[in-house]
């Protein structure tokens, strides 16, 4: 019968080099996330969440699913320690986006008092348009909260407290800019009229059910919280079918979501938004397609980024 090996894990201060843990007898299959529950019992200011651990000063941090025999480290283990700051939980974070957002564009709508002139104050637009387009912005945001209630699996659970603050000023913001305009005494309705507020509408609808059935596909990957290693592949699903061509087809379909709210609305801070919002979910898109080429040897080389054979 083989004995086990234990590992002594010591952990010092990223910036000054100080110990500040040493940890003696640790089971070789303990996990990062262990071995941060071992350190908090210490340091209880620092909790898991707000630890990042390293083999390096300057390297990547360890994920909390790594095990401690699979690191290049022998029996005696050096970590190094970063405080990652004050962390709230993503569900949190999403709540404040959405819910803001969602707020201040009814606020804007429904035309409260100081927004515009008094003389329009609890007024409402003659343009059925302006109706449609707070309908469907309520929708998108509403869909948003109950995702992150019912479908979401978050990788990362925490994220740092001051990134809400950029997160809420960049929602709520635009949000209160679309709104201002959409909902203006003097916006105008779209240049062709009907056909066009119809056709945007049905794209909107079409772009929403198959984002919603790409982040359920996605959700699917994941078993008792815990990611299974193999990529996302299309399913019976039709919306789904999307993932032959793109590695983040989400993203693409809330590109689409928000050029249909462009076309229905046809307001330039609209389409400055999707602009914005595009470029951000590119860069996400392309590093999430590097991670798959990289993971996976039989990644599908016909699938880009975002956009189908182009990106």
């Known amino acids: 019968m083989s004995r086990t090996t234990f590992f002594e894990v010591e952990v010092l201060d990223a910036m000054t080099k100080e ?16 071995i941060k529950s071992l350190f908090y019992k210490s340091y209880p200011q620092w909790y898991p969440a707000r630890q990042a651990l390293r083999l390096d000063t300057k ?4 994920r909390d699913d790594e095990i401690l025999q699979n690191l290049p480290v022998g029996t005696t283990a050096i970590m190094y320690f970063k405080d990652l700051g004050p962390q709230l939980r993503w569900t949190t974070v999403f709540f404040a986006e959405y819910i803001g957002a969602l707020i201040t564009y009814l606020l804007f709508f429904f035309r409260v008092p100081y927004i515009y002139s008094h003389a329009y104050a609890l007024s409402s637009s003659p343009h059925p348009v302006v109706t449609l387009a707070c309908v469907c912005h309520t929708f ?11 479908v979401h699996r978050f990788s990362h659970g925490t994220m740092p407290l001051r990134t809400i603050v950029k997160n809420c000023a960049y929602y709520w913001g635009f949000s209160a800019w679309l709104a201002y305009y959409i909902n203006h005494p003097l916006y105008t309705p779209p240049s062709y009229g009907e056909l066009q507020v119809k056709f ?26 815990v990611r299974v290693r193999r990529f996302p592949m299309p399913t019976k699903n039709p919306f789904t079918w999307l993932f032959f061509f793109v590695s983040c087809p989400n993203y693409t379909y809330e590109v689409g979501v928000w050029l249909s709210f462009t076309v229905m609305t046809q307001c330039l ?22 991670t798959y080429t990289r993971e996976f040897k039989d990644y599908p080389s016909v699938r880009m980024a975002i956009i189908p054979l182009i990106l």
């Open 19 to 34: 110990q500040l843990c040493f940890l003696d007898k640790v089971d070789p299959h303990s996990t990062i996330g262990d």
């Open 59 to 62: 390297g990547k941090s360890l």
């Open 140 to 150: 998108h945001y509403m869909k948003r909260l109950m995702e992150t209630i019912f």
């Open 200 to 225: 945007a509408l049905f794209t909107f609808a079409m772009c929403e059910v198959g984002n919603l059935s790409i982040h359920m596909s996605l959700s699917n990957l994941r078993v008792d919280g």
């Open 269 to 290: 801070p609209v389409a400055i938004y999707t602009l914005f919002g595009f470029i951000q979910m590119t860069i996400w898109a392309k590093g999430k397609h590097r």
